[in-house]
Each structure stands twice: as structure tokens, then as C-alpha cells.
């Protein structure tokens, strides 16, 4: 049964930085891409970064491109978002995910962190 496990998020003030984590198990698979996601109140579910397990190659939206970076250790199959500069607006529950080689989706999703961020 394959899990995603993301670490807590937290309470930072505006200009702050936080680093989540994404454990994956249970994986009968390599993984292709890992990406985050964000959903704020009211709001629908974008997407923020992603990086491609095998080369380490990375996108990202344009609201967070300079101050967040993804990461993986493919060893420990583990992806990691740090975030600098926080902003309010940056408030949101943050989703792990993982796609399959040949998939067109994210199949499977980490229950999701809460982040927010104080003005």
C-alpha cells in the first residue's frame, strides 16, 4: 500500500521559512515525478513545484519561483520543499504527490499540511 507521508507545517511569520518533507513507502514502483500542491480556503487546489525523480529536474509555479526549491533523496525516497520569504499569501494546506512512469496524473497524494503564514 503505498503512503505519503509529509511532515508538519506550522505558524511562520511573513518573510519566514519552513521545509516539508514527503516520505514515500510502500512503492512498487519508481517513482517518475514527486510534486506539491496547495489548496487555500476558498479556493482550488495549484500547483507549486515538481521534480523529476531520475534527473533531479525541477518546475515551478511563478508565484513561487526564488524562494521555494524542491528537492529528493532518491535513497531515502523522500522529497522536500523548502520555502523562504513566506508571504500571507502563501497560506494553505500543502499536498504531497507522486505520478507513475507513463501516467498523465499525480497518482497518488500525501493527506496534506497545514501552512500559515502571519502578516
Known amino acids: 500500500q503505498v503512503q505519503l507521508v509529509e511532515s508538519e507545517g506550522g505558524l511562520v511569520q511573513a518573510g519566514g521559512s519552513l521545509r516539508l518533507s514527503c516520505a514515500a513507502s510502500?512503492?512498487?514502483?519508481?517513482?517518475?515525478?514527486m510534486g506539491w500542491f496547495r489548496q487555500a480556503p476558498g479556493k482550488e487546489r495549484e500547483f507549486v513545484a515538481r521534480i523529476v525523480w531520475e534527473d533531479g529536474s525541477t518546475n515551478y509555479a511563478d508565484s513561487v519561483k526564488g524562494r521555494f526549491t524542491i528537492s529528493r533523496d532518491n535513497a531515502r525516497n523522500t522529497g522536500y520543499l523548502q520555502m523562504n520569504g513566506l508571504e500571507p499569501e502563501d497560506t494553505a494546506v500543502y499536498y504531497c504527490?507522486?505520478?507513475?512512469?507513463?501516467?498523465?496524473?499525480?497518482?497518488?497524494w500525501g493527506q496534506g499540511t497545514q501552512v500559515t503564514v502571519s502578516s
Open positions: 510502500g512503492l512498487s514502483f519508481n517513482i517518475n515525478h
Open positions: 504527490a507522486v505520478k507513475r512512469p507513463f501516467r498523465p496524473t499525480y497518482d497518488y
